[in-house]
């Protein structure tokens, strides 16, 4: 491919070492700077792109106009039996999601389920890291976050809801099945990606300027647009997630946050559950496999397609990426080269 849309493989060591080292230019301690380059490469060889390689020069950018603090870190600020609520004082949104994950296992441990709820943080990227971590260490994950206003309740022109992405999983033998969305049909950094190599949205991804559905992703994001999932059903899944984190954190809500010149100081949630607690937990494995069994029977509509369980599909893609290196654009590839 050539131009702009120029593909490149980047193995995976080659890609944290960038990262790192341009962290620690930034003022990160070194182990800092290790856990979010790892996270960042992680997102990349799962074949998370958009909130992996493609996302990390907004984050630097973000670090040195002051909105990411490298030095700061969560502190603890009211507790009451399974739930806590935690100041992330800005800063990397990554770090303050992975110690808010830990705490809610913590919590899930001595109380079946915990809850941790997290103010004035920064995006913590791709969600799924989260989901990933809990469910790699025996529990069920339920984790949310608010963003700006970027999506139109439905029915309406303006945009006042966020995309919220919300991350649901659940271990499964040594990996895990982990659900992460946004509200809007494709996140911003999908349609970013899309616009990017010139490409047409598979499904209708939200509206234009003249309020027309539309596959366009140039279009959608000149509009502030996206469309909402299941209509007016995600749209108030949206206001719904924008409630519950702004009430159990203490923050900032999507209408608040929506006032500043870019996205931070976020809110959100982080849930973990202890199914070994369960009365039920010696049969939730079989009881996984009989339901994926049946899942993996549906019959595909086009045949040469597998109908994949979510998570699924990024473990062959991690292996992919492992063996051939990371597929990135050259153009982002050498904007993070001189960062």
């Known amino acids: 491919m050539q131009g702009k849309t120029a593909i490149i493989k980047i193995p995976a060591k080659e890609m944290q070492e960038l990262f790192v080292g341009i962290l620690l230019k930034q003022g990160f301690t070194r182990e800092k700077a290790l856990q979010c380059a790892q996270v960042f490469t992680e997102s990349s060889l799962d074949g998370i792109y958009t909130h992996g390689v493609n996302r990390f020069p907004r984050f630097v950018q973000y670090i040195k106009e002051g909105y990411v603090k490298p030095d700061a870190a969560s502190t603890l600020e009211n507790k009451l039996g399974g739930i806590e609520q935690w100041n992330g004082n800005l800063g990397p949104g990554i770090l303050n999601a992975i110690h808010a994950t830990e705490n809610a296992i913590k919590l899930a441990q001595q109380q079946g389920i915990g809850c941790v709820a997290l103010r004035n943080t920064n995006h913590w990227m791709r969600g799924g890291t989260y989901g990933w971590q809990a469910a790699k260490a025996g529990f069920v994950f339920i984790g949310w976050t608010n963003t700006i206003a970027n999506m139109p309740a439905w029915g309406a022109k303006d945009a006042k809801l966020g995309n919220n992405p919300i991350v649901i999983a659940l271990p499964y033998k040594d990996e895990a099945i982990v659900l992460d969305m946004a509200m809007s049909q494709y996140s911003y950094g999908a ?58 954190s203490g923050g900032l809500s999507t209408y608040e946050l929506s006032k500043k010149e870019v996205e931070y100081g976020l809110s959100q949630v982080f849930i973990a559950i202890d199914i070994s607690k369960l009365g039920s937990h010696s049969t939730i494995a079989n009881m996984i496999e009989t339901i994926l069994n049946d899942y993996h029977q549906s019959i595909p509509m086009d045949k040469s397609k597998k109908i994949v369980y979510p998570g699924e599909r990024v473990l062959q893609t991690r292996i992919n990426n492992l063996a051939n290196g990371i597929p990135v654009l050259k153009k982002v590839w050498e904007e993070i080269s001189l960062l």
């Open 191 to 248: 349609l970013e990606l899309s616009a990017l190599k010139n490409e047409s949205l598979a499904v209708y991804g939200g509206f234009d300027q003249e309020g027309k559905l539309t596959k366009d992703p140039s279009a959608i994001l000149a509009s502030d647009s996206p469309l909402p999932i299941g209509y007016w059903k995600g749209a108030g899944l949206s206001l719904l997630l924008d409630l519950l984190a702004t009430i159990l």
